[in-house]
């Protein structure tokens, strides 16, 4: 049995291109790091959810180092993983189990927006800043730290770059919807209109956006869209999983929950947001 195992927690989705994509990136993470023991789980629709999962990773290392690569994780997600956490505590007495935190707003997913940004920007034929809006389209959750986050994100990016106008939407839960944005944008006579996902893989949400963005476009033919991908397989969001783990391994983080309070979500709050999230994400 080795010290560490790290344990990588996934979204799972119902669309068969989401959970490959995410296996795909464990053994990208797992080659860039051949001294560390990655396994892999995830949240729900897979195989090893994360009972399971935590079950392998202490049979493999004295201390189970677990990583979420879930981006701007809503409530479910946060109190979900450490209520498995508890559970897997008392069936494994004797392994250290370490909960770090989600992928959140910082200068590396900025960098990430910004280059998604500068691309679909390159695709349209008149790239003029001052005419051209942006929205950051998020994933909505009933939990209000989830939201902020993207919110945070479209702020930083409107500080970072020329263009009047960087609107935040969401695809569930909550508001503004994307219709919403973009009439808003076209009523303050934005005549281009940049869409950029805050999303880490493909998924249903990602192929119904792109509907979406088609029908927009019928909708405001006067209008140039452009679209960016999905975050995918970005250099940094290795380089965050990278941090969380060293912190651990570089005893800087010796805290088993971080930013985390099982208790402190109302049962109420959780299941409205499982409920859409059931409805939105797959």
Known sequence: MKDNCILLIGHGSRDPDGTPQIERFTRIWRDSQPDWQIELCFIEFA??????????????????IIVPL???AAGHVRAEIPHHIEHAKSNHPDTTFVYTPPITASESILNILKRNLATAFAELH??????????????GSSDRKANAEISKMARWLFEETEHQLVDVAFTGVTTPRLETAVQR?????????IILPLYLFDGTLIKRIQKQVERLQQQYPQIAFAQSSYFGFEPEILEVL?????????NQQEAEFLDIDPAGHHH???????NDHHDQHH
């Open 47 to 64: 195989e090893v959810e994360i009972e399971q999962g935590l079950k392998n990773a202490a049979q493999k290392g004295k201390r189970v």
């Open 70 to 72: 879930v981006l701007n």
């Open 126 to 139: 008149h790239p003029a800043p001052a005419n051209t809006g942006v929205i950051v389209l998020g994933r």
């Open 185 to 193: 944008q076209v009523t303050l006579d934005m005549k281009q209109i």
């Open 242 to 250: 990278n941090q969380r783990v060293n912190a651990v391994l570089d």
């Open 268 to 274: 109420h709050d959780h299941h409205d947001d499982h």
